[in-house]
């Protein structure tokens, strides 16, 4: 399976188990609504197990075909009571119909993987701010103990979990912090202010809380909330198993003390004098304020179920319901789903849009213009929308691999004839081509049904880029000989989409066929890097001048300054064909605005092997075309270093330094003349 089809599927496992998730919580809250006599601790638990569903939905789907058991025949030929007689009308139709190709460009490619790419990658970033959410609550409930302080409060003799009783001037209400040092912290206004039976119960309830294991599991709870951030009904599930805490933790309370007025009358002056609303992450808590005042009604009603303890039988049939409804989710799929292919193309212009794809593997008929066999359970479909009309073919392999067939006609079922055959012969054919399968043998089908320019015209129709390249580069090897196809195919190879599928082709190309002209090939790059590239290797084999010619449509200096430089060491020391290319070498200069690069240019040419004397008209045009009065001296100078100086340069150099505009300038070029031992005629 190719990297496209894992994004794909993993963009539909996350869908999918999104809306199942959404409905899958729909259903447990309906439920849970009318059986009010379910006690808080298994509702919670209830809850629990209804997060963990909904966070494995996604994995759970029969998507990672990876993970599933492989058909040891995936190769089964369909039976031939199912295919002989489309065969036949296949064979009868081809030979009355000539197949057509697809209309050339404009058409679009849709490939899944990058927006699927692009997803996971913000997903990624998404759900790593999460978890540093969680870690930056973790930190800052370190902080809260560090700073707190004794109390000289105690817990009561038959909470078995070890913890402490501290005071902190930071907690904005009574909080537990659990973990491996469980912690109760209560404010310091409260601590002063409340009366010794209120804080007794608050001591009471963080340490249910404690006692519970709440700390544990709530901090699993947040981590998934954190990784599924993107569905809605984990959030939903996370209100309700805090609200079901606290609840399971008020008649965790109760049972120990049975003073309901007392507790009561205890969260009403936690709800009065609390300075926050809520607990700090990754710590438990008294509650919302206006959640609090809720439980308060439900502490007085008498015909709730107070049970602090889980009902094994309730939980035990809600977990069996649950493993029901998400076994049933993959075969849900197909009601709001996304169908899963492992090759998925559509080409698009303006009249006309053609989607194609498939499941599974599949093998094509001799020539590509019908579909041999499918994989048990693969599929294929077709679906042509042009001039107001749409046509669409399904195909599907049963568990013995015998095709099923189907043919639409703008949405009404129709016979599965010529007219099915001749759109799967017409349009399958490119597409068959775009998965760079078989290729030998399609060129062999195509050369000798089409003829070369049918098959140039096929190849040039088929939307993979890549596997367009491979198919050129396999016609261009057949033909090597004949000048005229070469020609051809070199220039069929410029409507190529990817400029590395140019490159690939050039280098290709020319090992085989050396001597064809492959400058328009780099010339109709549009990348200035990969055109740069191929600029350099022409250079090393090709027409210099013209490779200098193409390197001035570079938008990039820094390319054109590199093209410059291979061609320079290629020519530096044949002055025979450096005289031709002294031109050439002006005008690209001439094209690059930074005067930086060219007179690190210039340096190199003087500071070169090839003698000054063919050199010096470059240079001193070059050196004349300077605004900076610093670079025009120092090429100067570097010119006056030169063993092979002669009399007749010294006054170039002489006449150009009058020009100068400063005088300790013009006195450095005269003081450089008379270094060197030459004196200036005149």
């Known amino acids: 399976m190719n990297h496209e089809s894992n994004f794909e599927m993993l963009l539909m496992a996350i869908w999918n188990g999104w809306w199942q998730g959404i409905v899958l919580t729909a259903v447990v809250w309906l439920v849970m609504r009318d059986m009010p006599r379910i006690g808080a601790a298994t509702r919670l638990a209830i809850w629990?197990?209804?997060?963990?569903?909904?966070?494995?939905?996604?994995?759970?789907?029969?998507?990672?075909?990876?993970?599933?058991?492989?058909?040891?025949?995936?190769?089964?030929?369909?039976?031939?009571?199912?295919?002989?007689a489309p065969r036949?009308?296949?064979?009868?139709?081809?030979?009355?119909?000539?197949?057509?190709?697809?209309?050339?460009?404009?058409?679009?490619?849709?490939?899944?993987?990058?927006?699927?790419?692009?997803?996971?990658?913000?997903?990624?970033?998404?759900?790593?701010?999460?978890?540093?959410?969680?870690?930056?609550?973790?930190?800052?409930?370190?902080?809260?103990?560090?700073?707190?302080?004794?109390?000289g409060f105690g817990l009561p003799g038959f909470v078995t979990r070890v913890a402490q009783v501290r005071i902190s001037d930071k907690a904005g209400m009574p909080i537990s912090i659990g973990f491996l040092h469980p912690m109760i912290l209560?404010?310091?206004?409260?601590?002063?202010?409340?009366?010794?039976?209120?804080?007794?119960?608050?001591?009471?309830?963080?340490?249910?809380?404690?006692?519970?294991?709440?700390?544990?599991?709530?901090?699993?709870?947040?981590?998934?909330?954190?990784?599924?951030?993107?569905?809605?009904?984990v959030y939903f599930i996370g209100r309700e198993i805090d609200r079901e805490r606290e609840m399971a933790c008020d008649d965790w309370v109760l049972q120990r003390s049975g003073e309901t007025r007392e507790y009561a009358r205890a969260l009403s002056r936690v709800a009065e004098m609390a300075s926050v609303e809520r607990a700090p992450l990754l710590a438990t808590g008294a509650g919302r304020r206006k959640e609090i005042f809720q439980r308060m009604e439900a502490i007085f009603d008498q015909a709730r179920n107070r049970a602090p303890r889980i009902s094994g039988p309730v939980l035990g049939a809600a977990a069996c319901?649950?493993?029901?409804?998400?076994?049933?989710?993959?075969?849900?799929?197909?009601?709001?789903?996304?169908?899963?292919?492992?090759?998925?193309?559509?080409?698009?212009?303006?009249k006309r849009r053609l989607e194609i794809g498939s499941r599974g593997d599949i093998h094509f008929a001799k020539g590509n213009r019908d579909i041999d066999h499918l994989q048990p359970g693969g599929r294929f479909y077709l679906e042509l929308r042009e001039d107001g009309r749409t046509q669409r073919i399904e195909m599907e392999a049963d568990a013995q691999g015998q095709i099923l067939r189907s043919y639409y006609a703008d949405g009404m079922q129709q016979r599965f004839g010529a007219e099915a055959q001749r759109l799967l012969a017409k349009e399958v054919t490119p597409w068959a081509m775009s998965r760079g399968e078989d290729i030998n043998d399609t060129l062999n089908w195509l050369l000798e049904e089409r003829g070369f320019d049918g098959t140039l015209r096929e190849i040039r129709s088929v939307p993979n880029s890549e596997a367009q390249?491979?198919?050129?580069?396999?016609?261009?090897?057949?033909?090597?000989?004949?000048?005229?196809?070469?020609?051809?195919?070199?220039?069929?190879?410029?409507?190529?989409?990817?400029?590395?599928?140019?490159?690939?082709?050039?280098?290709?190309?020319?090992?085989?066929?050396?001597?064809a002209d492959s400058l328009p090939l780099i010339e109709s790059m549009g990348n200035d890097e990969a055109k740069a590239e191929m600029l350099q290797e022409f250079v090393a084999q090709g027409s210099v001048a013209r490779a200098l010619s193409v390197a001035r449509s570079l938008h990039s200096e820094e390319r054109k300054e590199e093209v410059l430089k291979r061609a320079w060491e290629r020519v530096e020391l044949n002055p025979a064909e450096l005289s031709s290319l002294l031109e050439p070498i002006s005008r690209l200069l001439a094209s690059m605005h930074s005067?930086?690069?060219?007179?690190?240019?210039?340096?190199?040419?003087?500071?070169?092997?090839?003698?000054?004397?063919?050199?010096?008209?470059?240079?001193?045009?070059?050196?004349?075309?300077?605004h900076s009065q610093e670079r025009a001296v120092s090429s100067l100078l570097a010119i006056l270093s030169r063993p092979d100086l002669n009399a007749a340069m010294v006054d170039e150099v002489s006449r150009r330094a009058l020009r100068l505009q400063s005088a300790d300038a013009r006195r450095e070029i005269q003081d450089a003349i008379q270094k060197y031992g030459v004196v200036r005629r005149g």
Request: proline share 6%.
């Open 48 to 84: 629990q197990l209804t997060l963990l569903a909904v966070v494995a939905l996604p994995v759970l789907q029969r998507v990672p075909r990876w993970m599933t058991p492989v058909v040891a025949e995936t190769r089964a030929m369909a039976s031939p009571e199912s295919t002989a």
């Open 88 to 151: 036949a009308t296949a064979q009868a139709d081809s030979e009355a119909l000539p197949l057509v190709s697809l209309p050339p460009k404009p058409l679009v490619e849709i490939r899944d993987r990058e927006p699927a790419e692009v997803f996971l990658v913000i997903a990624l970033l998404l759900a790593g701010a999460q978890l540093l959410r969680l870690g930056i609550g973790y930190l800052w409930l370190r902080r809260l103990k560090k700073k707190s302080f004794p109390s």
């Open 186 to 233: 209560l404010p310091r206004n409260m601590a002063m202010q409340l009366s010794a039976t209120d804080i007794e119960h608050i001591i009471l309830h963080e340490a249910g809380h404690l006692e519970r294991r709440d700390d544990w599991f709530g901090l699993w709870e947040r981590f998934l909330r954190a990784i599924f951030f993107f569905q809605p009904a």
């Open 321 to 350: 319901g649950l493993a029901v409804l998400v076994s049933q989710s993959a075969p849900l799929n197909h009601l709001l789903g996304i169908s899963h292919f492992d090759h998925r193309m559509v080409n698009s212009s303006d």
């Open 469 to 515: 390249r491979r198919f050129l580069s396999e016609l261009l090897a057949r033909n090597s000989a004949d000048e005229f196809a070469v020609r051809r195919i070199w220039r069929a190879a410029q409507g190529l989409d990817s400029d590395e599928q140019k490159k690939l082709f050039y280098r290709e190309g020319t090992r085989v066929t050396p001597q």
């Open 595 to 626: 005067e930086e690069r060219q007179g690190d240019f210039v340096r190199q040419v003087i500071a070169g092997k090839a003698p000054l004397e063919s050199v010096q008209g470059l240079v001193l045009e070059r050196v004349d075309a300077f």
